[in-house]
Antibody, heavy 120, light 107 residues
Framework: QITLKESGPTLVKPTQTLTLTCTFS??????????VGWIRQPPGKALEWLAL???????RYSPSLKSRLTITKDTSKNQVVLTMTNMDPVDTATYYC????????????WGQGTLVTVSS | DIQMTQSPSTLSASVGDRVTITCRAS??????LAWYQQKPGKAPKLLIY???SLESGVPSRFSGSGSGTEFTLTISSLQPDDFATYYC?????????FGGGTKVEIK
């Protein structure tokens, strides 16, 4: 059974850097074709894809946020870390991580999500 | 980026109704489309992949169709558990995008 769980601060100040960790089980990021993605959802709004990392360390970013995002993996810890710089109140959202296979295109399953509020 | 436009944004329906949600892509995405269901405070759940393939465990009243730029999600007979928000997602391109969502409300 694949499970993922996001962790990180619930409150960050404007201009600060956000660091979120996705800890997963039931699969390995050293297995060919496996990936983990990050998606966010502002309160009451739609989903927005942010970043992806694959088993071979291939990394992909949303073009609109690429300059602010970094995704890394720690295979030994079964973790994926997302950093987002220069946080702004508009970045207030629930941040999800999710499992993805290169051969497929969808995300399944997803973590429960973590709400991050950006406020001074 | 490929833009995904869902309609309607909100839909009011009754239990037993047949419900259809549309998702349009700004350019052809072949059949590279997924549908998700999201309930308040919960993560999205995969319903349909490759436009029309039903995810294991999803009730057969859900179905998907379409290719190219126009896709539909149909619930053949709406059940109380189906009141939720539905999102489409394209995975044809490097940059993944979601639709704006369709909230299915109780009439």
């Amino acid at each position: 059974q694949i499970t993922l769980k996001e962790s990180g601060p619930t409150l960050v100040k404007p201009t600060q850097t956000l660091t979120l960790t996705c800890t997963f089980s039931g699969f390995s990021l050293s297995t060919s074709g496996v990936g983990v993605g990050w998606i966010r959802q502002p309160p009451g709004k739609a989903l927005e894809w942010l970043a992806l990392i694959y088993w071979d360390d291939d990394k992909r970013y949303s073009p609109s946020l690429k300059s602010r995002l970094t995704i890394t993996k720690d295979t030994s810890k079964n973790q994926v870390v997302l950093t987002m710089t220069n946080m702004d109140p508009v970045d207030t959202a629930t941040y999800y991580c999710a499992h993805r296979r290169l051969a497929y295109g969808w995300f399944d399953p997803w973590g429960q999500g973590t709400l991050v509020t950006v406020s001074s | 980026d490929i833009q995904m436009t869902q309609s309607p944004s909100t839909l009011s329906a009754s239990v037993g109704d047949r419900v259809t949600i549309t998702c349009r892509a700004s350019q052809s995405i072949s059949s590279w489309l997924a549908w998700y269901q999201q309930k308040p405070g919960k993560a999205p759940k995969l319903l349909i992949y490759k436009a029309s393939s039903l995810e294991s465990g999803v009730p057969s009243r859900f179905s998907g169709s379409g290719s190219g730029t126009e896709f539909t999600l149909t619930i053949s007979s709406l059940q109380p558990d189906d009141f939720a928000t539905y999102y489409c997602q394209q995975y044809n391109s490097y940059s993944l995008t979601f639709g704006g969502g369709t909230k299915v409300e109780i009439k």
